[in-house]
């Protein structure tokens, strides 16, 4: 591990030196990706900075991905296309690969190829979990990179924040303990999407606990431009609730019957029930519609507004919440349908 700082969009400097050996013994690191280009240059250079075990997996990149990741002597897990690809399946792979090569690991920093991990942040992580032996997963805040480029950049910048204190879920990015994953045998590699609450329930289960930090974890690079990503990454959304409820719904607060409910009344039973009714109702059907999604975004505004979000960014927030809904039921519909005729889901993406 080079003790020099690395020049970049951002500095990084490496820990002092009791902590330096701490991480450089203890923690390593697993990275997925696919034609990620510069941002996973950034990705894998915040890391090396202060880990000297760093694995990248590959889904089937065309760019120069595994050949730079080789290239800085960062271990190269390419997947098998032949079965079919899952976050939770890399990440997977990844972390076996890694105790395979390094078996004294004891914790593991999971991070996207988009994602750019925050200077202080795994020293900050670290600590948290060598204090709290009853935590497995330790999560800081995800922000995104360049929140005001897009709309749909600026709802992700809000969408990470969190509180900080016992939760009941991390996403993508996180910190963990590999004894706890292990114990619970890992993330499910048949889901396409919320393969990370659904580790969380598992976890919880066994009396392991999930902490949020408020420290900044990682840099997110959305580069989310067009109207038709944010639509998949809601269809996405959808179909992790439906999933995750189908697996878990009864027994945990994560994917519960409200929220899904939720989605099934606004995005899919009201939609139908004003289109059905308005000829009979001489378009009244419109008007009580109207004002139900108007409620709604009241709601939903006020709500963000009283978290301390800006009356700006409250009211795209609650625009996109409401306009999601009908994305979000065309993926709960499409989780149904495929358990029903006993299909395996296809991937939805939004890059």
């Known amino acids: 591990m080079s003790s020099a700082t690395k ?58 991905s595994c050949a730079y990741a080789a290239n800085t002597g960062i271990d190269v897990v390419q997947l098998n296309l032949s079965i079919p690809f ?13 105790l395979s090569k390094y078996p004294e690991v004891e914790f593991v920093q999971v991070v996207d190829g988009d994602c750019i991990v925050a200077e202080g942040w795994l020293v900050a992580a ?13 999560c800081g805040q995800r922000k995104e990179l360049q929140p005001n480029a897009t709309i749909y950049n600026r709802l992700c910048d809000m969408e990470w924040k969190g509180a900080a204190g016992m939760v009941p879920s991390c996403g993508g990015d996180a910190l963990i303990r590999l004894a706890a994953f292990l114990q619970v045998g890992g ?14 329930v598992r976890l919880r289960q066994l009396k392991w606990k999930i902490q949020r930090t408020n420290d900044t974890m990682t840099w997110h690079d959305a580069a989310m431009t067009k109207l038709s990503q944010w639509w998949q990454r809601a269809r996405r959304s959808g179909h992790t609730y439906a999933e995750g409820h189908a697996l878990h719904g009864r027994s945990d607060e994560k994917f519960r019957r409200s929220e899904v409910r939720s989605i099934a009344f606004w995005g899919g039973i009201v939609p139908v029930a004003t289109i059905l009714l308005a000829i009979p109702t ?12 108007a409620s709604l975004y009241c709601r939903v505004r006020n709500r963000r507004i009283d978290s301390g979000e800006t009356i700006a960014n409250a009211a795209l927030y609650a625009k996109l919440t409401v306009l999601g809904k009908l994305p979000q039921f065309s993926g709960m519909l499409q989780f149904a349908c495929n358990r029903i005729f006993r299909r395996k889901s296809a991937l939805i993406e939004y890059k």
Do not use: M, W
């Open 187 to 200: 993330y499910n590699p048949t889901l396409i999407a919320g393969e990370e609450p659904e580790l969380c």
């Open 282 to 293: 001489l378009g009244a059907s419109l008007a009580v519609a109207g004002y139900g999604y």
């Open 126 to 138: 670290l600590t948290v979990l060598e204090q709290n032996r009853g935590v497995a997963i330790v």
């Open 7 to 64: 020049r970049g969009p951002f500095a990084f400097r490496i820990a002092d030196s009791a902590q330096s050996r701490s991480l450089s013994t203890q923690v390593g690191a697993v990275v997925i990706g696919r034609n990620e280009g510069e941002r996973l240059h950034r990705c894998l250079e915040s890391l090396t900075c202060y880990l000297d075990k760093v694995v990248y997996v590959d889904s089937g990149s065309t760019d120069d």
């Open 86 to 98: 899952t976050a939770a399946r890399a990440r997977n792979e990844g972390i076996q690969a890694l």
